[in-house]
């Protein structure tokens, strides 16, 4: 099992960054894949999860309407789409597995099967 995540950079307040989870050893209807991140000096929180059997989505109050996931099951890979970005989205972002988001999302990251390697993001001019 792999998860790789890709697509952190530099951008300036207010732009746009597309991170990419590709999954390889299982298709993604069976497990959660969430996106957590880890900015300087602070604990890895939860963002986002899409849930496998029925694609529902969660976000933190504090991207919604910012933060888009999705997925394509045929390239099995997990698209966080994060637009209007702010100086306080800067963190290394980290793809996770679990059996559902509500152990993918908590701090509590024990009921989380699989991370991926992180990408980071800065969100600054």
């Known amino acids: 099992v792999q998860l790789q995540a890709s697509g952190g950079g530099l951008v300036q307040p207010g732009g746009s960054l597309r991170l990419s989870c590709v999954v390889s050893g299982f298709t993604l209807e069976h497990y959660a894949i969430g996106w957590r991140r880890q900015a300087p000096g602070k604990e890895r929180e939860g963002v986002s999860c899409i849930s496998g059997s029925e694609g529902t989505t969660y976000y933190v109050d504090s991207v919604k309407g910012r933060f888009t996931i999705s997925r394509d099951n045929a390239k099995n890979t997990v698209f966080l789409q994060m637009n209007s970005l702010k100086p306080e989205d800067t963190a290394v972002y980290y793809c996770?597995?679990?059996?559902?988001?509500?152990?993918?999302?908590?701090?509590?990251?024990?009921?989380?099967?699989?991370w991926g390697q992180g990408t980071r993001v800065t969100v600054s001019s």
């Open positions: 996770a597995a679990g059996p559902f988001c509500g152990k993918v999302l908590v701090r509590d990251t024990s009921g989380v099967n699989y």
